[in-house]
């Protein structure tokens, strides 16, 4: 596998239910990110990691919860979610945080929320 | 003050044509201004980038012109092929925070 990769690619779950999805880059990079894609809208950043620690949490219900192991991994985990929480979630990594990074995505995991 | 307006929404451009998509911003403090790529299916990607020091730089068919005065920045195919048909998205990013703020995208649609 190279670049971002992630799992599952469809998902789709009751509000009941708990979920994770999972990132994982190959790319040797410290910093992660989770974004929400949805329609006609702009990309919005979640969550930012970088060297396992989180640096950003742009204003996330708690109802998503990430976690990152280490420096290749990144999860999202799901619990009670709504419908309008369906949307593309994309994974990203880069080199650092210092800016001026490009950031690589992964093909996102497509969540329908019933 | 931290939005990127992106437009069109969506373009549609015969081959061979040039593709067009503008951007504007209001923080002066952004300082670095990609623009990404998407093809259906798949994650953005990187496609070509600034920074507010120059007004133009150009890879192959693709040109982003900067207007650092009028805050503004745009996206210009030229030669368009119906492999660019993609949604683009501009961005913006304040130094060193690596966190981008994105535009809304732009479907463009390069019909043969």
Known sequence: ?114 | QQQVKQSPQSLIVQKGGISIINCAYENTAFDYFPWYQQFPGKGPALLIAIRPDVSEKKEGRFTISFNKSAKQFSLHIMDSQPGDSATYFCAAETGGYNKLIFGAGTRLAVHP
């Open chain 1, 1 to 114: 596998e190279t670049g971002v990769t992630q799992t599952p690619r469809h998902l789709v779950m009751g509000m009941t239910n708990k979920k994770s999805l999972k990132c994982e880059q190959h790319l040797g990079h410290n910093a992660m990110y989770w974004y929400k894609q949805s329609a006609k809208k702009p990309l919005e950043l979640m969550f930012v990691y970088n060297f396992k620690e989180q640096t950003e949490n742009n204003s996330v219900p708690s109802r998503f919860s990430p976690e990152c192991p280490n420096s290749s991994h990144l999860f999202l985990h799901l619990h009670t979610l709504q419908p309008e929480d369906s949307a593309l979630y994309l994974c990203a990594s880069s080199q650092g945080t210092g800016g001026l990074e490009t950031q690589y995505f992964g093909p996102g995991t497509r969540l329908l929320v019933l």
